[in-house]
């Protein structure tokens, strides 16, 4: 026990210490963090730049997939906030002591799970940027130039990719930029909704009907969900490798005659450039036609292909887009802008507005009410938004459409050349044909395999990324067990796509060895 | 015109400059930028660090709120994004040249509109080291650490802010980063929605009351936009100044029983501790108490105000929080912690969980599989999502609670000290007492004045934000025009707070003597 005496001058020293590094005016030496001063800033951002390019030097040397256990940090962390400040040195042991172990290096040159997500020196920079002005941008008052920009970098983009001009901001349509291509469907999605809600009342919510493969990405039924749309009536039509997992127009018209003969009401379409099992091309025109002739909200996801569409020898695959009523890419899977930048553009802005538009006193200014400008606030969900236009010019100015294209074709020569290695390997065989940079595969089964080669291939899986240095992930396609390699990351070049070939045959070896 | 060998030659020297760029082995000093390289990461961002700092230094230079008109951009920027990349530096001189003046600063010391959004040191700090690190945290497997410190990071502000253990993760409930607190209420809502239709059937959707007050913020309107809600039933019942504009529990109980007695059904509340337009104060314990014996649903909206809840003397506000189902804060509002950054506890995660989960093939995973972790992608809209704890977390280390407390008292004071004067000034009145650092106020109008003086008002509030000295808000109340002053910058000193007001009493001169 400290003597009452030595309580007080413990008490007065913290007291001393915290109105040091509290007092906007003290100038001292030592003082602690302020929460906002430019010197500051400058000198503890610069540790933080160098402790980020560190990273990226050493980011072969961590697990690509964190090896830790769950429930791992929070043995490691106190159970309460800190009273008193700590400096960022402190922070950045415990970065790189407890956070690090814990973190999947997306951004690792042997990550090849999942579609990437790839950032770039350009993508960090406009972060940083954005960060660094810190500015709210949901009226175009609360920063013109944030509504603005956005508004030209999506006419930039809807140029490279040859869109029609009705999805240009100069007609009827336009683009902005969501965070994630689920948010881009949910709302594409009600502004749909709402739209037929008008013509046949809202008492029918209960009878609408939503068109998409089985191939779809799980975010449509999550934003069925959320739109308080019929579950029973989202219907996911059966694709197999007859079509190579894409939606038959076929199957779809017949769907749609069937839902119109039980007094149901077609309104909405969802097909997929590039599925995430298999990278699977659903036929846009065909299909742009029946939605057409059915007046359906034709939706396109290019979520993870549409980025490959700036290089001519791709563009084709999203020949029929001009039968679409929205189309979304995401900047933030493959194209060099960080995480989220997802874009989405529609042919009638004003079916997303009404939908999402309020008009709350406290935000009314002249330029809004005289409809004078874009508030994108009334073409997503929340109402704040962050400068994210600023990445996307960032990386368009820095690397410039040549280099985009180049990264692409990069990505794209590395997985054909990994669909090399393995169609050479006769103990493996390549599911379904490739088309970007992802690659289907597995290793085929022992005769009599009961599962088809399920477990096996669930368990080379295991193995291979239980090595830490390589992750890829599988799906399921006709009840099959999949393996896929997705070329994605910066910083992959054509020996870490050999190393996981390695790795992948290697565990192969000892896998098929011990059956 | 070019003779054929000149174009010939140019073609050729692009192409070189091209290779040199995109060759990823040349180490040659002044080829571009790689997509991804440590040392080329490092160089340019200390750039990025020092046009950042500098900004910051310059910071009053700039008119607060931009005073450009619409479409100035679009005249200053080419009609395509530019094929070849360019240096940084040319980047950033049209951010300075260009972006800058289409800038409305909120983090300018001079920023007194809306809410404050404010960034900070160590939020900037976080937002970097995220942005670096650039991984997408929707399943625990895709990087733990995301995931478990998010959930430490909420548990600690649970704390801080003495929130009920049941809010806690380590019970029924817990804590999850949303983007903005328009999301936070959507996924309650959704899920407050799913929760009765489970019980009542789907077909009652259109019967679903939800409630709130008038002085409710516009997300819960368009939460029931999106959401498939009956826009009759959102019941925003009217608030005036015998309650400060807090919602009556007698009016609450009146409509609840009116629209039982209708056939309809109650099923949700939204209060709000600190309402946008005056920080108005909903009672939540009367409230909580006719939510619970009617069974609704009972959020608590204190996106604003329950920063200040950290200090003891304000805590009492959130009394009552032990009845509420949900509770959100937005950390990027009055915390330091850099926008996107929405806090929202549940008391039972499952109905999150079932409203909002999907599990396709591909994301499967053992510790997802047998229910050892959090998945947050379950409790939010999008899939993706960024590794937001790591700002906060950052927050609270590099301030501690005492150096969030001392902010935040320090805005209060300065907001008081701001009353002070508009009640020393006849001319002036404050419309409502004053809780948080918000204060509502108006010139009072001339005798006889045709609308009360909306339009002096009107008019004031144009004259001073058009001098870019000072950007404030309006609102309206009772049908009154009133002006807010909220402090919220980190950099705001009592000089700005003087400042601001001395140009607010020279412009009110200015139109009361041309009256």
Request: hydrophobic share 40%; aromatic share 10%; charged share 20%.
């Amino acid at each position: 026990m400290f003597p009452y005496d030595a309580i007080s001058f413990i008490a007065l020293f913290n007291e001393y210490m915290y109105m040091k590094m509290l007092n906007r005016e003290e100038k001292e030496e030592g003082s602690g963090l302020r929460t906002m001063d430019a010197e500051q800033l400058r000198e503890e951002a610069h540790k933080m730049v160098d402790f980020i390019a560190d990273y990226y030097k050493s980011i072969e040397n961590f697990p690509v997939l964190s090896q830790v256990q769950p429930g791992y940090l929070g043995k490691l962390l106190p159970d309460s906030a800190p009273d008193h400040p700590e400096p960022l040195q402190h922070v950045l042991n415990d970065v790189q002591e407890k956070i690090l172990p814990g973190v999947t290096h997306w951004q690792s040159p042997n990550f090849f799970a999942y579609f990437p997500s790839n950032s770039s020196i350009a993508g960090f920079l406009g972060e940083m940027l954005s960060a660094g002005l810190s500015i709210v941008g949901f009226s175009w008052i609360t920063s013109p130039a944030a509504t603005e920009l956005e508004t030209t970098v999506m006419d930039w983009l809807a140029k490279a990719l040859n869109l029609p001009d009705i999805f240009y901001s100069t007609g009827q349509g336009g683009g902005v930029i969501q965070g994630t291509a689920s948010e881009a469907v949910l709302v594409v999605l009600v502004a749909a909704r709402d739209k037929i809600l008008r013509r046949v009342g809202r008492s029918a919510l209960n009878k609408l009907v939503i068109y998409a493969s089985d191939q779809t990405h799980s975010a449509l039924q999550k934003a069925c969900q959320i739109g308080g749309l019929n579950p029973e009536l989202c219907r996911l039509l059966k694709t197999d490798s007859s079509t190579n997992y894409a939606l038959s127009p076929d199957v779809l018209s017949e769907a749609i005659s069937s839902d119109i003969a039980s007094g149901h009401i077609p309104f909405f379409l969802c097909a997929t450039v590039g599925t995430t099992s298999s990278t699977a091309l659903d036929p846009l025109p065909a299909l742009g036609k029946i939605a057409k002739i059915n007046n359906i909200w034709f939706h396109v996801d290019a979520a993870y292909a549409g980025s490959a569409c700036i290089c001519p020898e791709y563009r084709h695959h999203i020949d029929g887009v001009e039968e679409a009523d929205s189309f979304n890419m995401n900047a933030h899977k493959w194209f060099l802008t960080n995480f989220d930048c997802s874009l989405l553009w529609v042919k009638d802005r004003s079916a997303l507005i009404q939908s999402l538009s309020t008009n709350p006193e406290f935000l009314k200014n002249k330029a809004s009410q005289e409809n004078m400008v874009i508030d994108y606030k009334d073409w997503q969900i929340p109402l704040g938004r962050r400068f994210r236009s600023l990445k996307l010019w960032m990386v368009l100015r820095l690397y410039g459409l040549e280099g985009l294209r180049s990264h692409i074709r990069n990505h794209i020569d590395l997985a054909a050349y990994f669909e090399e290695l393995v169609s050479q390997d006769a103990r493996f065989k390549i599911v379904v044909p490739r088309t970007f940079s992802l690659v289907c595969f597995r290793v085929l089964p022992p005769p009599n395999s009961e599962d088809h080669g399920n477990k096996l291939n669930h368990d080379l899986l295991d193995s291979v990324n239980s090595t830490g240095s390589v992750f890829i992930t599988h799906t399921v396609l006709s009840g099959e067990y999949i393996l896929r390699l997705a070329v994605g990351a910066p910083l992959t070049e054509k020996r870490h796509v050999k190393g996981a070939w390695q790795i992948l045959q290697d565990k192969a070896t000892a896998l098929l060895g011990s059956l």
